[in-house]
């Protein structure tokens, strides 16, 4: 009996030790970045002479947004049949060459979260943007996974505090701001419900001048994002909630939507009628 009870308690001792470790690592890896591999192989891709090129670029070493972006590619098909454009779409981060970006209207990083890219890569789609490229970022790509300035002052304009956790995903009234760019704002529904999880971030993008083009009134969402060792995450962005911007960087674009966590984002035709403008808006050069 006594030695039953002596494994039973060693047994114990290990798992909380195991337990504890691997909070431990996996507090570490969101605090400083996932460890990952990277590709710098360049992919071979037949460009075609008469169409804008998109790259869909889908690789997460954070969280992944799994449904999201299973549910997005056959959209981003359809956008691309729809509008004649060729659209690339990959996991790899190879594609991140200069000679190869530059063939590129636009680059999706579809809810891609993480070190992605190694540092050449990342200077390689910064140059790009510069020279008048356009980079589009949905969701997860707005989370503070990336550990990259350029990409946060230039795409985000504004650094990811969290999401609601104590209602995760909430319905909110999604509201048409001022745009003055007639291809991003064509056709845009000035109003519209949509359930999503709202990303809060410490400022708001605005006030490093970027453009909203929708907001959420911040003030109908509970921002409660409180959880195990995350505390003082109960604030929002107040009334003034943005959820999609833009900018112009040098000769370049950037937008960027929180929206499109899940599937329903693109089941709702205003969700994708705004991604369509994107495109098309850094399409056009
Ligand atoms: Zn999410």
């Not at 114990?12 to 590709?39: M, Q, R």
């Not at 674009?253 to 009628?273: C, L, M, P, Q």
């Amino acid at each position: 009996m006594k030695k039953i009870l002596k494994i039973v308690l060693w047994t114990i001792l290990a798992l909380v030790v195991l337990a504890g470790g691997a909070l431990g690592l996996f507090i570490y890896k969101v605090k400083n970045g996932f460890p990952v591999s990277y590709e710098t192989d360049a992919p071979n891709i037949t460009f075609p002479d008469n169409q804008p090129a998109i790259l869909l670029f889908s690789k997460t070493t954070g969280f992944r947004h799994g449904e999201s972006i299973d549910a997005s590619k056959p959209v981003f098909a359809d956008l691309a049949k729809k509008n004649n454009w060729f659209l690339y779409e990959t996991e790899s981060g190879g594609v991140f060459n200069t000679p190869q970006l530059s063939k590129f209207s636009a680059v999706v990083f579809n809810n891609s979260t993480g070190e992605v890219i190694n540092d050449t890569q990342k200077r390689a789609l910064e140059d790009y943007v510069k020279n008048g490229g356009t980079l589009i970022g949905i969701h997860g790509a707005g989370d503070d996974s990336h550990h990259w300035d350029w990409y946060e002052h230039n795409l985000l304009g504004a650094k990811f505090s969290h999401h609601p956790i104590k209602q995760q995903f909430q319905e909110a009234t999604v509201t048409l701001q001022t745009v003055s760019d007639t291809i991003l704002g064509s056709q845009l529904p000035p109003q519209y419900k949509h359930t999503d999880e709202w990303y809060v971030f410490f400022e708001n993008p605005k006030n490093k001048g970027f453009k909203i083009i929708y907001n959420i009134n911040g003030d109908e969402i509970s921002p409660d994002g409180n959880m195990l060792w995350m505390k003082d995450k109960n604030f929002g962005m107040g009334k003034d909630h943005p959820v999609a911007w833009y900018n112009t960087i040098e000769k370049g674009k950037t937008f960027y939507t929180s929206i499109g966590h899940d599937s329903r984002a693109w089941k709702n035709e205003n969700v994708v009628k705004l991604i369509e403008n994107a495109l098309n808006w850094g399409i056009k050069k």
